[in-house]
């Protein structure tokens, strides 16, 4: 304490207007409320014997493109991938068009010697 001079109350009050004034410089006001629409939302039914009429609730348009914006697939919400994990897959066209004729992708079915001399002991054998 030699070091320190004491705060007096000036200085104290000078240090509380500077700390409001940071606090309101960076304080944003929401006045709109809006459900999240990244979070499942689960409505409840009334009582089956309930005698209390539905309330009509009026359509929000905002709120339902952007419910709707949320549950889209990301390559549709976005042009590029946002994440590393997103990097696979992102772009999930074949890159070779699938045709039943190409050998390199379709394999059938045949018959060699082999494979008929083991089908044959194997009927004779049951």
Not at 31 to 40: A, G, L, Q, V
Not at 77 to 84: D, G, H, R
């Amino acid at each position: 304490m030699a070091g320190r001079e004491k705060i007096d109350v000036v200085h104290q009050n000078a240090i509380h207007i500077e700390t409001i004034r940071k606090e309101q410089r960076h304080q944003k006001l929401h006045t709109e409320f809006s459900i999240n629409p990244f979070r499942k939302l689960n409505v409840l039914p009334d009582k089956p014997m309930s005698r209390k009429p539905s309330e009509v609730i009026a359509e929000n348009l905002d709120f339902i493109n952007a419910f709707h914006e949320a549950r889209q697939e990301p390559t549709k919400k976005y042009t590029m991938p946002m994440t590393e994990s997103q990097e696979i897959g992102w772009v999930s066209t074949a890159l070779i068009p699938s045709t039943r004729h190409d050998k390199r992708f379709n394999y059938y079915r045949f018959s060699t010697d082999v494979t008929k001399h083991k089908e044959s002991a194997l009927r004779a054998s049951s």
